[in-house]
C-alpha cells in the first residue's frame, strides 16, 4: 500500500506526461523559485542592514504587518512594485536573468 505522499507524486508523474501539463507545471515552479528567492534576498538584506521588519515598514510608507507577512509567511505573492520597492530601501535593484541556456519556457508544445 502506498504512502499518501507516494500516491502524489506518482499521480504528478503521470501527469507530467501530459506536455501541456508539464510546460504549466515548470512555469508555476519557476514563478514559486523566483519569488521565494527574491522574498529570501530581501530579508537577508533587511537583517544584514541590521533593519527591523517595522523600520523597513516605516520607510516605505507601509503597514509593519504588511511587510512581516510578506517577509515570514509562506506562499506569499507580493507585488513586483511592492518588491521593487522594499529593494530600493535596502540599496538594491531587481535585474532579470535567464533561467539556463535553453529558452523560453513557454515555446509551443509541439504534440
Known amino acids: 500500500m502506498a504512502t499518501s505522499g507516494g500516491v502524489f507524486w506518482e499521480d504528478l508523474a503521470a501527469d507530467a506526461a501530459d506536455a501541456q501539463f508539464a510546460r504549466r507545471y515548470e512555469l508555476e515552479s519557476v ?36 511587510v512581516r507577512r510578506l517577509l515570514s509567511a509562506p506562499g506569499v505573492n507580493p507585488t513586483l512594485g511592492t518588491v521593487a520597492q522594499l529593494a530600493a530601501v535596502l540599496g538594491l535593484r531587481l535585474r532579470l536573468e535567464p533561467t539556463d541556456e535553453s529558452g523560453p519556457l513557454t515555446r509551443p508544445v509541439v504534440a
Open 31 to 66: 514563478r514559486i523559485a523566483t519569488i521565494d528567492a527574491l522574498v529570501n534576498q530581501l530579508d537577508e538584506a533587511r537583517q544584514a542592514a541590521g533593519m527591523s521588519k517595522a523600520a523597513l515598514a516605516r520607510e516605505v510608507g507601509s503597514d509593519p504587518t504588511v
